[in-house]
Every structure is written in C-alpha cells, then in structure tokens.
C-alpha cells in the first residue's frame, strides 16, 4: 500500500486528489508543520528535504508533485489522468505542472516563507508585497495562454486540473481576487462538486 505523506494547505492535495481518483490503495499520513513533524528525524529519512508531499511506495519514496502526479497517472492508466498516449500532449502536461512548481508555488511561498530566500526583514517585506502582483500576473497568463478549457488541457480532466486546483485555493490569501479568473474558477467549482474531491477535504479538514 502506498503510504501519502501531507500537510493541510499545501500542494500535496493534489497528489491526495489523484490517488483518490485512480482508486489506488494508499494511506494518508497527516504532518503536523507547527510541531515541525516534517523535519523530525523520521521523516526526514522518507524526505530528506523536509517538505509535502511524499509518496512512499514499494519501490522508495518519491516526491515534488509533478513527479507523483506522473507516476499516478502511469500506474493507475485506467483512471485516465494523463494523456498517456499523446507523447506531445503528455509533454504539455509535464511543462504546465512544472510552471506551477516551478514558477507560481514559489510566487506564493514568497508571501509565508521569504525566509527561504533571504535573512534581510526588508527584503523579505518586500516580498511578501509582491505576492498579489506576481500570482495574479501567473494566474492571468493561465487563464488567457494556457487554459484550453473546458478543462486545462482541453476536454479530458488530467492531474493540471488537481494541481491547478490546489494552487488557486491559494489565491484569496495571497490578495488576489479568484473571480478574475472565471475560466479557473469555473473548473475548480465543476471540481469541487466530485466526490472524490469532496472525500480528500473532509478528511484533511478533520485531520
């Protein structure tokens, strides 16, 4: 059995969302980030990098989310998550994931954690500032470049869903108006009404 590691709040719900959806036989292992379980000894044998998520499997641990949204969707095919006999559109669907890793998560980690990048107060002031413009300029370029609709990679949901998803639950926090985004918007409410979407949020909400 896979064995899911996750923090409310961050990026792993959408690796939860799609192990739900595949129908894979997993346990969710909950990490408490105000007891600093993720850099407990433990864990840090699993992870090294101290961070969500981390999908345990029989063959080791993998993680950062585009990698375990991969092998998801490779190992459970029938789920039809990615499309996994388009070599381009597969492609697509790798660069989409790896601009949020990549490009927008960091955007948002510079609101909370700006530690991570400098030890100047000023400095990290300055980026918690920022936030609003850069997240509301990446989620504008999704909505208007990369956005195919109905869903992102056009008329078959694939793991850009889930994990776009999981990062626009971010927007109000960040000072960005979700509803600039009615094309995102509108995915992530036709989401919501899953139920497997509605399983993995109720259990991370009672933890």
Not at 120 to 129: N, Q, R, V
């Amino acid at each position: 059995m896979l064995k899911l590691y996750y923090a409310p709040g961050t990026c792993a719900l959408a690796s939860h969302i799609a192990l739900e959806y595949a129908g894979a036989p997993y346990e969710a292992v909950r990490l408490d980030f105000k007891a600093q379980q993720q850099r407990s000894p433990e864990y840090l044998k699993i992870n090294p990098k101290g961070r969500v998520p981390a999908l345990v499997t029989d063959r080791g641990a993998l993680t950062e989310t585009p990698a375990l949204l991969l092998y998801i969707a490779q190992a459970w095919p029938a789920a039809q998550l990615a499309p996994l006999d388009d070599p381009f559109a597969l492609a697509k669907m790798n660069e989409f994931n790896s601009y949020l890793c990549s490009t927008v998560h960091p955007y948002h980690a510079h609101g909370a954690r700006g530690s991570r990048w400098s030890d100047d107060a000023a400095a990290i002031e300055s980026m918690k500032k920022k936030v609003p413009q850069t997240m509301g300029e990446s989620f504008t370029l999704i909505e208007e470049q990369f956005f195919k609709g109905p869903w992102v990679l056009g008329e078959r949901m694939s793991t850009c869903d889930l994990y776009l998803y999981t990062i626009a639950r971010w927007l109000k926090g960040d000072g960005v108006d979700p509803a600039r985004f009615p094309r995102v918007a509108d995915m992530a409410a036709r989401l919501e009404q899953q139920p497997q979407v509605q399983k993995v949020l109720a259990a991370q909400q009672a933890g």
